[in-house]
């Protein structure tokens, strides 16, 4: 029995393969893009997740209800964690985590870029990566001690155990011994926390000039919480921590006349959860996925394929009447209701599991060019943990009851005695049809809408000023094989007398996000005239506002000609002036109230506020300094625009003579502002894609659609033919219908998309205002696409020979 059911549903699909071809084009396509949407949400809901006890884990973080605006803070203080530790001993293990930027390995003689994070000893304990050598309890006991990644012991010590063997980290011309003490898992793309090596927080450098200071902020810690003390009930206990460690800050904001939070807080320590660390902007500086932008990409997986089964569900409706013949004889023959819904409903599995295979290898074999389209870092060996195995048998269960139950089960109960008579019609379909058309065009239009608007916004963050000029200028990162400093005096040795080459820099920080990838942030915070201010720190060399053209608003620039430039003398930002309180805060002293060590920093100029990170977010305060002795991490050098052409290719040269041991993959800094905006630009991408899958898929369904109404509509026609109708006035005729749904579907569809973008963009303090052309540019798009679908069905019918079509009925 079940070899004829299926011999028979290959001759049908075989017999009707231009169906058979639509759906399994159409399914497939919408399981390729939902694979793709639906592994983006696997490795970003299950960030974090694989730690044991991760219930029990949580970063701290500050809470300021501020009068203007509450913020959170997820860099600590140097002394939080040790006064944390102190005051609470019930908690289980304390951790301080500081990402540092690549530092220069050494062993055996190779020399390597990796990726050092400063932490404590209890990171093993808070942690549960694997550890694949050496004892968790000791491994970090010692400050000389090391635990390397498998990568990181691979590329220095190849199949050779490592564990006892020495290693020296830091920069060039200052490399510190450590002993291996274990050999620590790969960090998994789904973890916040990314390594090649570990070693203790005291060997960070400034860490003894930092080690007391409760204004800085210059880490992640991570708590891990007691069996059976709830996260709420411990933050209460924080109230105490918060108001004997920071009694300045909240004495600030009493004075600023900031009003407590509904929790009670001016200022308060908080706990967010490990797994909800990375959905966190704010507590992640920035570097976090939205969690609603998650459940947009869900819902667009969503979506498409909900537009896919519609489109199912109709061609299997429009077929439905041309086997309605078929259904009556077999019936007149005794074939039961129950024998010919499986078997119908059979062919419609079929055609479901071969759109799934399908689909299934396109993803397979298009998933390297999205990876790299989309900088995404998908992987479908995800595609094959237990979770997303049950969630494709559910999505392929779930689809083929859903579109082919509903037509089998319609069909399976034909009347006989009508079948054969020939009065199977559905002149007037009802409610269902209608609805899904308007669905389907609903959805497609809202995610047009969406597509444009987050294209918009994108292109305004690229236009947004800066603050700086940022054309003509190349961004060279120094690595750490190279000691920056050296190599910024030898290429202003080499281009002194080049008139192509206009000014050249150095800087701590880069701007925008260049090839190496690497992002620090330092902040430096101190109290003044009884104000709480807190500021960004940036290390720079002579002619850093000429190579960016800014213009001090007031003071000077640094100068050679002034010694006293390179050891205590600062540029600040207008920003910080007003935080301040100081209208002209030329000559004034920057630090502690308190501070009598004579350490302070006087102020020579106040430059206009930019952009050192995103222009997504608000440009925060800034202060400039020279040192003789911190590193120089990246290089700017600006062209002439009469030379941009070969500047990059000139500059490369000249590099390559000024520190040959150091790959040279600098960019301009147009391009790396570019890539501030990759998230977003990343998420127009998708809803671009799926935008145009979703149009694609509804206008397929359309199709199909306009094919059922012709056939049943076909005697009709021919009259009003007969009695002169046109072909213009029987084209309009057919398509009024179709219009009248796609203008339902826009009036659902405009003011959802409005409401759902005006969310996302209150994200970014930089945005556009949504203009009411998009909604009207989008909606004469859908009619004109709906319209051009049916035409040519519409056409076909007007121009088929009315005898012809009369005869046949």
Known sequence: MFRSYVNIALRNLWKNRGYAIINVVGLATAFCICTFLFLTAYLHLTYDSFHEDGDRIFQTYSFTNNPEKATKRGAMPLPFAPALKADYPELEAVTRVMTGRKSLVEANGKYLDKLINYTDPDFLRVFSFPLLSGNRASALRELSSVVISQNMAHDLFGTANPVGKRLRIGTDGDLKDYMVTGIISNAPDNSSIQYDALVRIENAPNYQRSKGNWSDGSHAVFVKLPLHVAQGTFEERLKTFA?????????????????????????????????DVHFNREISDNRGTPVVAIYVILGMAVFILLIACINFINLSIARSFTRAREVGVRKSLGALRRGLFIQI????????????????????????????????????????????????????????????????????????????????TTKRPGTLRNALIVTQFTLACLLACCTVIAYQQVNHLRQSPVGFDKEQVISIPVGAQANGRQVLQRLRNTFASDPAIVSITGTSVNLGRGRDHVSSRSTWGFSYKGRQVSADILLVDFDYLKTLHIKPLAGRDFDRAYASDSVDRVLITQSLARMMGEKNPVGILLGDDDDTTGTKSQVIGVVPDFHLYSVADEAKPIIMHLSGSEPIHYIFVRVTPQSLAGSMEKVKKAWTRAAPQVEFIGTFLDENVDAWYQNEEHLSQVLSLASGVAILLSCIGLFAIALLMMEQRTKEIGVRKVLGASITGIVL?????????????????????????????????SRITISAWVFVAVGIAAILIALLTVSYQATRAALMNPVKSLRSE
């Open 733 to 765: 005729l057919l398509s009024r219908d179709f219009v009248r749904l796609v203008l339902i579907a826009l009036c659902i569809a405009l003011p959802l998309a409005w409401y759902g973008m005006q969310q996302w963009l209150a994200n970014y303090s």
């Open 243 to 275: 108001k004997k460690y920071y009694p300045g800050t909240i004495n600030e904001l009493i004075k600023k006349k900031a009003r407590p939070d509904e929790r009670g807080d001016l200022f308060a320590v908080r706990l967010q959860q490990l797994s």
């Open 345 to 424: 409903w059979g062919e419609s599995a079929l055609i479901c599991v071969i759109g799934f295979l399908a689909g299934s290898g396109l993803a397979y074999g298009l998933m390297p060019a999205f990876n790299a389209a989309f900088g995404s870092r998908l992987n479908l060996t995800n595609a094959f943990q237990p979770g997303f195995i049950g969630l494709n048998l559910v999505l392929i269960v779930v689809v083929t009851l859903v579109a082919g139950g509903y037509p089998a089960a319609q069909m399976a109960g034909f009347n006989t005695v009508s079948v054969l008579k020939g009065q199977i």
